[in-house]
């Protein structure tokens, strides 16, 4: 919406007769907002942000005081009321960086509790993060958390890199622990690879958190759950898989199958999660359910294994218009009444672009990018 106003700004501008010289300060200042603007669209594509989120913040923030600057001389020689629109701007962001400021403040539990610390450890090229929360805090499934985290070596350096991470744990009461999945690649990131290779001993480190960030996606209400992950993408599936375990032992929830389907090249990411992965197949017994599936599909292994009935590892890459067939076809649920004909309702859960073929019957189902 703001490029589009800019857009039209500009267009009337250079449509209308008068002359706009340079040396004259509100129309610099309107060249200096634009370009800032504009520059700060141009990096918000995902490419850019998604591989050099750390650049791409302190950008952001640059960009925006800039065009707030900008705003500024262009409206210092204009009439009250319009710089009365960009005081009540600056207002508005001052109390929200306010309010967000105390709100980290009393989430970390800095008055009275001390700082959070974080755990670094590291399973072959994998981070795993453990963030000791100073004040329980709650987290619903599929939550993130942005992180600040002090490490000896970079000190107070640090605290000028943050990072969002999905938080892989969940709890139906409030968390006194976070654990983190964080894929190495570069800036913060890689930083944590770095120091968790080099002690000797594991230490922990001084953190700040903001968040929780992001809203939960309702899985209860559906009989049948495909969970799909590639990757790293397992960090978000994860709280997911235990709430909606906890939900079916509660008798809360409807589901009487999960299958958990997860691409990976190589079995390292698979041993990292090893723990998390072996902590929902053990929730998973109640009343002999026995809901859940894990099939772990990977490229480079030389054969196929079977971990446990409920668990098994594959040679190759899944054939998911296959997979989602037998799921919408129920074959794998277990039924109370042998009798029962309903159609069950079916979610898919996560990252990869599912396409069914026109032979599947078409059931509810979600996407979740």
Known sequence: MTLLLLLFHVIVAQMSSQSFPLDVSDNRGAVLAASAIGFLVLISIPTFRNNFYEVFMRLHQGLAILSIYGIWEHL?????????????????SALSLLFLSCLIIHRNGLLGYGFPRTSISNSGDVVLLKVALSRPVIVDAGQSVCLWVLTPSAKLRSLWQMH??????????????????VEPRSGLTQ????????????????????????????????DVVLMVASGYGIAAQLPYLKKLIYEFNSRKA??????????LVT???????????DSALMEDTFDDGYILKISIYIEHISQSDDISPRATIVKGVPDFDALLREEVKGKYIRRVQDKEKKREDMMVLGKLALQPTHAVSNPRSIGID
């Open 254 to 263: 409807r589901t009487r199958r999960i299958h958990l389907v997860w691409k």
């Open 76 to 92: 210092a020689l204009q009439s009250p009321l319009a710089r009365l629109c960009l005081y009540v701007l600056i207002g508005t």
């Open 191 to 222: 930083k944590f690879l770095q120091f968790s290779k080099s002690q000797k001993a594991q230490k922990t480190c001084l953190t700040l958190f903001g968040g929780p960030h992001g809203t939960s996606i309702p899985v209860t209400d559906y």
């Open 164 to 181: 969002p991470f999905v938080v892989a744990s969940w709890s139906d009461s409030p968390l006194e622990t976070l654990d983190l999945l």
């Open 267 to 277: 079995l390292e990411l698979a041993v990292a999660v090893k723990d998390l992965l």
